[in-house]
């Protein structure tokens, strides 16, 4: 039976279309994913993000030990900020990505992807052997809560006494939040202006509706996983078991820049990754755009001419741009911009242009 978020009775009231995901009965969409979209690009969309996992280092050597675990230099984070980084295994393939958030000067928490937080929650469990820190999943203890859009800040700032102006980009903060306490950073997978609320499970019902209420001026929509995906896919942002898998390194993804090959003491998969980046990568990650509504899809071919180049990752039908988008892995000699290629869409080879991610940047 999949698992249920504390929001599971608002979202049926809300008359939702529910999906299993990595175990737990998530919303897909409530009036259409379209609508969600543009919301979430105009006004503002809100998002039930439960399912992903929470696992908090605390101790004296909290920080080491994830200098160690992860790929990223996380001890050199300062109290109250955050950190994009990831897991990989001993050969540079990714377990995972995370964000890392520093709470205090002992304690840390990691934030995992639903249907990796088990495999991270061990794997720091084992990795952080031998150092003085306690690992601890804290995966049931939290409920998170995300409201995106360029109305985010507006809306927000009626049920806080934070001055949100304050609240840097992947930078958390203490909170209250429509009275109840939460820790409120300034995070997302949109693309798009927006927080992340964490809070006790108990208290994600009211902190929901106060949000519906004090944004229903602004026409802030509540928003499934579908709309989450061609929002991320627009922003140039990778879905792990998408772009991201164990087979490939950070430097397949252009990613090198979170992997701290300078860092003090050794970490897993340092050997693997420093031989990476000096030798390079044979195929890299690129955007493809193409006129033809039919968007190419995962695991469709990618072709120079007859030659067989790579293959797509993600693909869909852009809301906000009107054209098809994809990301795909493509041999380095095919991945300039502007680069004419081919896709295999069921038989039919459809053309398809080379072009710089992200498809979407927000105007600052």
Partial sequence: MS???????EHEQLGAMFTDFAGWRMPLRYSSELAEHHAV????GLFDLTHMGEIVLTGPQAGIALDHAL?????????????????????????????VYRLGDEEFMVVANASNAQVVADAL????????????????????????GPKSVEILSGLTDTDLSTVKYYASYP??????????????????EGFELF?????APAVWAALLSAGEAHELKPCGLGCRDTLRLEAGMPLYGNELTTSLTPYHANL??????????????????????????????VGLKTPERRAPRHGYAVLNGEEVVG???????????????AMAYVSKASAEPGTQLLVDVRGKKQPVEVVALPFYKRAK
């Fill in 175 to 192: 909170s209250t939040v429509a009275g109840v306490d939460a820790l409120l950073a300034r995070t997302g997978y949109t693309g798009e």
């Fill in 256 to 285: 090198g820049r979170v992997v701290k090959l300078d860092k003090p003491g050794d970490f897993v998969g340092r050997d693997a990754l420093t031989k990476v980046s000096e030798s390079g990568v044979d195929s890299v990650l």
């Fill in 125 to 148: 469990v084992e990795r952080a052997a031998g150092f003085d820190t306690v690992v601890t999943d804290k995966s049931t203890e939290y409920a998170l809560i995300a409201i995106q």
């Fill in 3 to 9: 698992r249920l978020t504390p929001l599971n009775a």
């Fill in 311 to 325: 293959e797509v990752t993600s693909g869909a039908l852009s809301p906000t741009l009107g054209y098809s988008v």
């Fill in 199 to 203: 809070l006790a499970p108990a208290d």
């Fill in 41 to 44: 690009r105009t006004t503002a």
């Fill in 71 to 99: 790929v990223g230099h996380i001890s050199a984070l300062a109290v109250g900020k955050a950190r994009y980084t990831m897991i990989t295994q001993a050969d540079g393939g990714v377990l995972d990505d995370l964000i």
